[in-house]
Every structure is written in structure tokens, then in C-alpha cells.
T-cell receptor
Framework: SAVISQKPSRDICQRGTSLTIQCQVD?????MFWYRQQPGQSLTLIAT?????????ESGFVIDKFPISRPNLTFSTLTVSNMSPEDSSIYLC???????????FGSGTRLTVV | QKEVEQNSGPLSVPEGAIASLNCTYS??????FFWYRQYSGKSPELIMS????GDKEDGRFTAQLNKASQYVSLLIRDSQPSDSATYLC????????????FGTGTQLKVEL
């Protein structure tokens, strides 16, 4: 299955600032998925990132708040912009590892906004 | 109705017992089903996938799928304290395309 390197692993940020999270995959993948997991909650999909096209955002998430880049088939970034304490969550990237392997997740970024 | 529903638990079972975790989904044409285990502070880890009706066994884990009733379950035999975690049910497509929709997770506690 694919191996994903995600960084940073955690950060504490001031409100009003932005944080960019990076995910590097050890193989080429068509789609990368960005999830948010709020404290004590399950995973909510933010957007799907395709190489060479704009990301597709889920209801409740907008590009101005969560801009995504996908410059090639092994890398993507998610930026959390103009942060507020409500953005304090774990952010995870994910890729489909193959038909029989399901989806693999990065190690996550634990974001705290103060 | 939520797309994927699970009892939040906690589900407590004694060591050595069978833990039974259940999940129902609303999209009748969903095709792929996954169980993930998530330890506190860690990212989800895939433990089982199932695509066809019936049972699929892998070691101490058995996934069961019933598409007519729109439910999928996970049985953990000989439960160990190390199985204590949150178990997430996830469903894929075709209505949702390639993305996964997760349930809220069931917290499992295996007691000595």
C-alpha cells in the first residue's frame, strides 16, 4: 500500500494566521483526499485534489478558507487560512492505495489555534 | 438520516470475548465498505475491506456485508486489550464517487 509523509505533525498557531500542510506520497496517485477530524468526532471530507485541475470541495468548505495545491501526482498541500479557534482539529490526507488496499492515511496534523 | 451510522459506544467486552461492531448505510448502491481502527492520537488504520455479500475473514477479524439490509459488521474474536480503540466504518460510491464517507465510530474497550 502507499506510504504518505505528512507534515507538520502538529502546530500551535495564532488566530488570523495561515498554516500549510504538506503530504508526499511514495507513488503516483490520481486523487488525494483531505479530511478534518474535530475533537471527539469522525472524519469529514474537506476536498478531493486532482492533479492539473481545481480541487472539488464538499458542502461547507470553500476554496478561500482551504486552498489546495496539487502540482504533481505525488504531492499536495492544504492551507488553513485566517484561522480561528474553531479550526482546531486534526487534518489528514488520504489516497487510494489500490482496489484491494482501501485508502491509506497520512499521520495527521494536529492544529491548535489560540 | 446520516449516510453512515454507528453506535458510538463505548462497547465494553471482556478479554477473550467476541466484539461485534455494526454499521448501517443509506446509499443503497454503495459498492465498497471498510473498517478502520483508530487509536487515540493516531490516524485511521485499515483493518478490513469487503465488497460482496457474505463474510470475509482475516485472522481474528471477520467482516460481514448484507447489501439488501444495508448493513456491514465487524467481529473481533478473542478480543485483546490492544484492540481497545475507535472503529470507523467507511463506505464508498457509486453515489459518492471515489470518496469515503465515515460513520461516527464505535469506541471499543476490552477489559482484563
Amino acid at each position: 500500500s502507499a506510504v504518505i509523509s505528512q507534515k507538520p505533525s502538529r502546530d500551535i498557531c495564532q488566530r488570523g494566521t495561515s498554516l500549510t500542510i504538506q503530504c508526499q506520497v511514495d507513488s503516483q496517485v490520481t486523487m488525494m483526499f483531505w479530511y478534518r477530524q474535530q475533537p471527539g468526532q469522525s472524519l469529514t471530507l474537506i476536498a478531493t485534489a486532482n492533479q492539473g485541475s481545481e480541487a472539488t470541495y464538499e458542502s461547507g468548505f470553500v476554496i478561500d478558507k482551504f486552498p489546495i495545491s496539487r502540482p504533481n501526482l505525488t504531492f499536495s498541500t492544504l492551507t488553513v487560512s485566517n484561522m480561528s479557534p474553531e479550526d482546531s482539529s486534526i487534518y489528514l490526507c488520504s489516497v487510494e492505495s489500490g482496489t484491494n488496499y482501501g485508502y491509506t492515511f497520512g499521520s495527521g496534523t494536529r492544529l491548535t489555534v489560540v | 438520516q446520516k449516510e453512515v451510522e454507528q453506535n458510538s459506544g463505548p462497547l465494553s467486552v471482556p478479554e477473550g470475548a467476541i466484539a461485534s461492531l455494526n454499521c448501517t448505510y443509506s446509499d443503497r448502491v454503495s459498492q465498497s465498505f471498510f473498517w478502520y481502527r483508530q487509536y487515540s492520537g493516531k490516524s485511521p488504520e485499515l483493518i478490513m475491506s469487503i465488497y460482496s455479500n457474505g463474510d470475509k475473514e482475516d485472522g481474528r477479524f471477520t467482516a460481514q456485508l448484507n447489501k439488501a439490509s444495508q448493513y456491514v459488521s465487524l467481529l473481533i474474536r478473542d478480543s485483546q486489550p490492544s484492540d481497545s480503540a475507535t472503529y470507523l466504518c467507511a463506505v464508498r460510491g457509486p453515489g459518492g464517487g471515489n470518496k469515503l464517507t465515515f460513520g461516527t465510530g464505535t469506541q471499543l474497550k476490552v477489559e482484563l
